[in-house]
């Protein structure tokens, strides 16, 4: 796979597993990042929420010990941000099984049909390449359910 592929699958296990993280720590770490069920806690990026749930295991915990740091906010009260963290697990703990291998399995690559798919639901107007001069990666965070760009925390 070349950086100029429109897709890349990547597996959450090894990813998980590369983090060194529980499966449940995984979530956590997963919904610290944002999701469509979950706010973010302001100023929690990649690196900190990845951190934080090194050192304190759940969001609960993580919470419980950022819950006086000005630096550190929620953006609902405790209990609202936790009912959500709630919906964002349940979620995440209860997927679909996984498709046979043979289905992400491709005959050949066709670079218009991907065009068509991204088209089709709106995922990208135009092909901007990771490598290219044109792409942006505030770009790519625009638009998020929550409207909160995690762009340095």
């Keep these: 796979m070349t950086t100029r592929d429109p897709f890349l699958m990547v597996c959450g296990m090894d990813v998980r597993k590369t983090l060194q993280l529980t499966r449940d720590e995984y979530i956590d770490f997963a919904i610290l990042l944002g999701t469509d069920f979950s706010q973010r806690i302001t100023n929690v990026g990649p690196v900190r ?3 934080l749930i090194k050192e304190f295991g759940s969001i609960e915990s993580v919470v419980d010990s950022i819950e006086n740091q000005p630096k550190y906010q929620l953006k609902l009260p405790k209990a609202s941000y936790l009912a959500q963290v709630d ?4 979620v995440f703990k209860t ?4 498709p046979s291998k043979a289905v992400f399995e491709s005959a050949e690559r066709s670079d218009k049909e991907a065009a068509h798919i991204l088209q089709k639901y709106g995922i990208l107007r135009k092909h901007i390449y990771v490598d290219s001069p044109d792409w942006r990666h505030e770009d790519a965070l625009v638009g998020n359910y929550f409207n909160d760009i995690p762009l340095n925390a």
Excluded at 95 to 98: E, F, H, R, S, T
């Design 49 to 51: 929420a990845l951190s």
């Design 87 to 90: 919906i964002a697990r349940s």
């Design 95 to 98: 997927l679909p099984p996984l």
